[in-house]
């Protein structure tokens, strides 16, 4: 036949020093995702978690769901949001998004 056959070469053995240049883009990823996304979202977590057990009557919140007001009564579990004078909300603690300045809202 006109056409050779070709054969497989076997690769040189590249020892250890081989694999650890093939595996090193990989472990240089983890590292950059771990400073980049897992360490400031522990860190901001841990902030908030700080924030909920620190609330205190008379604190000016915000909810997820954007209502402010002043917190008149609080729970283990559960937040009393006064939003107008005479009207108060009860929300879970973890509904409680941010603490605002005090004397943000004067009108409550």
């Known amino acids: 036949m006109i056409i050779s056959n070709a054969y497989a070469q076997t690769a040189a053995d590249a020892g250890a020093m081989g694999s650890l240049t093939t595996f090193a883009p ?7 995702m771990y400073f980049l996304m897992i360490r400031p979202q522990q860190k901001r977590a841990k902030e908030q978690k700080a924030m909920m ?6 604190d000016e919140v915000v909810t997820i769901g954007g209502i402010l007001g002043k917190v ?4 283990d579990q559960h937040v009393t949001i006064e939003v107008a004078s005479g009207t108060e909300l009860v929300v879970q603690k973890h509904a409680v998004s941010s603490l605002l300045p005090k004397g943000t809202l004067k009108g409550l």
């Not at 990989?26 to 950059?32: D, E, K, P, Q, S």
């Not at 008149?72 to 729970?75: E, G």
């Open 72 to 75: 008149s009564k609080v729970t």
């Open 26 to 32: 990989l472990i240089l990823m983890f590292v950059v």
């Open 53 to 58: 057990e620190a609330l205190a009557k008379g």
